[in-house]
């Protein structure tokens, strides 16, 4: 069921303006939604122009764009949810203008705040 889920979501983005993916990435949520979301599975994509994340249940999508990136960080805890491992947690402005953040397990965090970081830098 996810292996179409995931290729559907990616087949919204030509292979070519993919720049990162992850399938899997566990997202714990975003901090202007309040603790009491639960954690979600889905495909987390990185292009030219945005940090795109869509569950796989609920659909739901989410779009940073990367201009309103402003930190990228390696966290263990994201709305007092852990994995015990490192998170990719992403500081940016919503689209009301207020400071957010956002937090995912992804399998090389390092790798990911190496490239949102060369992404940022150079827009």
């Known amino acids: 069921m996810f292996k179409k889920k995931s290729k559907i979501i ?14 899997g990435a566990n ?7 309040g603790l009491r979301q639960i954690r979600g599975n889905g495909v ?3 292009t ?12 739901r999508e989410i779009h940073i ?23 990719l947690k992403v500081n940016y ?6 400071e957010d953040s956002i937090a995912w397990w992804v399998n090389d965090v390092q790798e990911w705040v190496n490239v949102l970081e060369r ?4 827009s």
């Not at 990616?10 to 399938?23: A, G, M, R, W």
């Open 10 to 23: 990616l087949e919204k983005f030509p292979e070519e303006d993919i720049i990162k993916k992850q399938v």
């Open 48 to 59: 030219d122009e945005e940090l795109f994340f869509e569950y796989w249940v609920p659909e």
């Open 27 to 33: 997202c714990f949520g975003q901090e202007s939604k």
């Open 93 to 98: 402005f919503n689209d009301e203008g207020e």
């Open 119 to 122: 992404k940022i830098l150079s």
């Open 44 to 46: 987390l994509i990185l």
């Open 65 to 87: 764009p990367i201009k309103s990136i402003n930190a990228i960080e390696k966290t263990k805890w994201h709305l007092k949810k852990t994995k015990g491992r490192p998170l």
